[in-house]
């Protein structure tokens, strides 16, 4: 089955700087590429997602880019400001709605003012 | 959007007794639903899929006897945790998935076995 990494496990920054997360894919059949941003208590909320098709996304503060020779990607949040503070997951699927999503481990990213 | 409700939001129950989470879809058909486990600071486990109207597919080491889901239609799943001990105490999230929608998440549900 699919299996996804993610790296690193925690991440501070200073308010104003820039966050990269990279995770890895081992299933080159992997087609969708969601990032979620969860906050203690509540369900993931998507933020960005990216499908094989296309290399590198972006909405507002956000980016995401995807390598499938490597099978890697990444997301990045420019101009981070505390209400970032959240764990973030990166996840892979073959089939967006249908097949199921195979999760990295999180990644904690902690924006001081 | 598409929205998935989840019921209830937190449960306390006694060792031994079950609970059942409920998932609706609100506003569109669910053909697959997912259950998913979490533990603190840890990563949403899958536990189960399951489609309308068939029997889940469990992950490697769930118990199928233990988390009892029912899929009887497409805007209703429900988790059972049957015999409920303080190992099982998580917090659950269910998906909902339809092509257009995507990926839809519950709120999750924190359950607490004393």
């Known amino acids: 089955g699919e299996n996804v990494e993610q790296h690193p496990s925690t991440l501070s920054v200073q308010e104003g700087d820039s966050a990269v997360i990279k995770c890895t894919y081992s299933?080159?059949?992997?087609?969708?590429f969601p990032w979620y941003k969860q906050e203690l208590g509540k369900r993931p909320q998507l933020i960005i997602d990216?499908?094989?098709?296309?290399g590198e996304k972006k909405d507002q503060r956000i980016a995401v880019t995807l390598n499938k020779t490597a099978k890697h990607f990444s997301l990045h949040i420019t101009e981070t400001q505390p209400e970032d503070s959240a764990v973030y997951f990166c996840?892979?699927?073959?089939?967006?709605?249908?097949?199921?999503?195979?999760f990295g481990k999180g990644t904690m990213l902690l924006v001081s003012p | 959007g598409a929205v998935v409700s989840q019921h209830p939001s937190w449960v306390i129950c006694k060792s031994g007794t079950s609970v059942k989470i409920e998932c609706r879809s609100l506003?569109?058909?669910?053909?697959?639903m997912f259950w998913y486990r979490q533990f603190p600071k840890q990563s949403l486990m899958l536990m189960a899929t399951?489609?309308?109207?068939?029997?889940?597919?469990?992950e490697q080491g769930v118990e199928k006897d233990k988390f009892l889901i029912n899929h009887a239609s497409l805007t209703l799943s429900t988790l059972t945790v049957t015999s409920a001990h303080p190992e099982d105490s998580s917090f659950y999230i269910c998906?909902?998935?339809?092509?257009?929608?995507?990926?839809?998440f519950g709120s999750g549900t924190r359950l607490t076995v004393v």
């Open positions: 996840a892979a699927a073959m089939n967006s709605g249908y097949s199921t999503l195979t």
């Open positions: 399951s489609n309308e109207g068939s029997k889940a597919t469990y």
């Open positions: 990216i499908r094989s098709n296309v």
């Open positions: 299933d080159s059949a992997s087609n969708y």
């Open positions: 506003d569109f058909q669910a053909t697959t």
């Open positions: 998906s909902a998935s339809e092509q257009a929608s995507g990926y839809t």
